[in-house]
């Protein structure tokens, strides 16, 4: 047991348990907002603002806690440290509880649904592509442009996709530092030479169970460049067709999930000072309202560095060639796009899941002869 003495806070011992970090905070929180009004003394804050003094953390005795009293100490034990704007952060400010573990999938879809108490949606969004989006040349073994978003509750996200990805990495090459490249994965090169095809299947194995148990949304577009190129039609940048049909459709998806009045991120890998310049400022003409609702869409773009160890940007990069394998080869056994179709985002929700995603969460453009009409 830990004693917590708050002198800011009517000089009130608080004893509390190790499975009850999260009480903290909100301990923090409260006695920040009466240093204003009485005090002994006061620690600065990171940001210069005043905060709050504590007696500090110990089994039975309380000791001063020194140099930065409790922002040091808190940030030391993991603790989120209250940020100010224009006034003392509140617990309605705080979006996640970083120590709440109610995971079962049916309240977790229940949450993700209702309207967010911060400033951000509930929902984060990674994207990544297969396939060379210009149009000068066109490899006649891979003729696709692929776009994938793959969307996050971030609350999921957080306490188990991302867990469940270290924990596989630990298991495979005993620390975290890999990043997961799916070309690299099938052309076994880099971390991911294999001793032999039991081993390979192995880790394929793993990994599929991985974004099996997952949960997420799934959208994506996929452009064919040679019907594209064939059409009468002024020839768009791939990259960008496939990114307004996708955030038009994340945005819908967004409306049923009561998310739509916040701001969501997209992250994207960078390319490339030039690339990520056309594609920026493509992402905000679109966002701005040259789409097909013609309404303001509340996404803010994000660039992440290429060795940044981001999950949810390796599963990104991992979902996206079998989707275009999917298409390009319908016939062909594809065991990765099996799982990826109980992610798409389809007609119906839920109780549709596996079917109903064609020209909802998966695009084909130029449309094929078969596909009707959304």
Request: proline share 5%; charged share 25%; with cysteine.
């Amino acid at each position: 047991m830990l004693k917590f003495i708050a002198f800011g806070h009517a000089a009130a011992e608080h004893t509390v348990s190790l499975d009850h970090w999260g009480l903290l905070q909100f301990l923090a929180i409260d006695a920040a907002r009466s240093t204003s009004r009485a005090s002994p003394s006061s620690d600065a804050a990171p940001d210069g603002h005043a905060g709050p003094v504590y007696a500090g953390l110990a089994g039975a005795a309380r000791f001063a806690v020194p140099g930065g009293g409790v922002w040091k100490t808190l940030l030391r034990l993991g603790l989120q440290v209250p940020r100010w704007h224009h006034g003392a952060m509140t617990a309605s400010d705080q979006q996640f509880s970083l120590f709440d573990l109610d995971l079962d999938p049916v309240v977790e879809d229940r949450k993700s649904a209702t309207t967010p108490t911060g400033r951000f949606s509930n929902f984060i969004v990674y994207v990544d592509e297969s396939g060379d989006h210009g149009m000068q040349s066109v490899d006649p073994n891979y003729p696709l442009f692929v776009l994938a978003f793959c969307v996050f509750y971030k609350k999921h996200y957080s306490e188990k996709v991302v867990p469940a990805l270290e924990k596989f990495k630990f298991n495979h090459f005993g620390h975290d530092i890999v990043i997961l490249h799916e070309r690299e994965i099938r052309k076994e090169t880099g971390p991911f030479k294999f001793a032999n095809e039991a081993e390979k299947l192995g880790f394929i194995d793993g990994l599929s169970g991985i974004i099996d148990k997952s949960n997420f949304i799934l959208i994506s577009c996929v452009i064919d460049k040679h019907r594209l190129g064939a059409r009468d039609v002024e020839r768009d940048n791939p990259y960008h067709l496939a990114l307004g049909f996708c955030l038009e459709t994340l945005y819908e998806f967004l409306i049923e999930k009561n998310q739509d009045a916040k701001k969501t991120h997209v992250v994207f890998e960078c390319r490339g000072k030039k690339e990520d310049k056309d594609l920026e400022l493509a992402f905000r003409r679109i966002c701005d309202g040259e789409n097909k609702l013609g309404a303001p869409l509340p996404f803010e773009i994000v660039f992440a560095d290429k060795k940044a160890n981001s999950s949810g940007l390796q599963l990104a990069d991992l979902v996206a060639r079998p989707i275009g394998m999917s298409v390009l080869r319908p016939s062909q056994d594809n065991r990765a796009f099996e799982v990826l179709t109980r992610k798409f985002y389809c007609d119906g929700g839920r109780e549709n899941v596996g079917s109903g995603y064609e020209n909802w969460g998966l695009k084909v453009f130029p449309p094929q002869i078969s596909e009707k009409p959304r």
